[in-house]
């Protein structure tokens, strides 16, 4: 059984920082993208930052682009995403998604999501 376990996520103000982690299990970790999608109330879900299977490419959405950083533990299985200068417009509910070999970040290709982890940040 797949899961895919976020956490990390909190109040923080604005400008602050947090990092939030994904753990994988039931799935051979090295083979998949592994990549970080959020969705705020009553918005869509959207891509914020992803990397290759082997951590040799990572992408970034445009909002995000110098403040994020995506990396990946392939021995612990684990994907961060470290988020500073956070501003109001990050608040939303982080998800941890995973897609095989393809850093493809269409919502609708990954095949894997976790749980969520809410990311709220105070002005």
């Known amino acids: 059984q797949v899961q895919l376990v976020e956490s990390g996520g909190g109040l923080v103000q604005v400008g602050g920082s947090l990092r939030l982690s994904c753990a994988a299990s039931?799935?051979?970790?090295?083979?998949?993208?592994m990549g970080w999608f959020r969705q705020a109330p009553g918005k869509e879900r959207n891509f914020v930052a992803g990397?290759?299977?082997?951590?040799?490419?990572?992408q970034y959405a445009g909002s995000v682009k110098g403040r994020f950083t995506i990396s990946r533990d392939n021995a612990k299985k684990t994907v961060f995403l470290q988020m500073n200068i956070l501003k109001p417009e990050d608040t939303a509910v982080y998800y941890c998604?995973?897609?095989?070999?393809?850093?493809?970040?269409?919502?609708?290709?990954?095949?894997?999501w976790g749980q969520g982890t809410q990311v709220t940040v105070s002005s």
């Open positions: 998604a995973a897609n095989y070999l393809s850093a493809n970040w269409d919502v609708g290709t990954m095949d894997y």
């Open positions: 039931g799935l051979p970790f090295n083979s998949y993208a």
């Open positions: 990397v290759q299977y082997n951590g040799a490419i990572r």
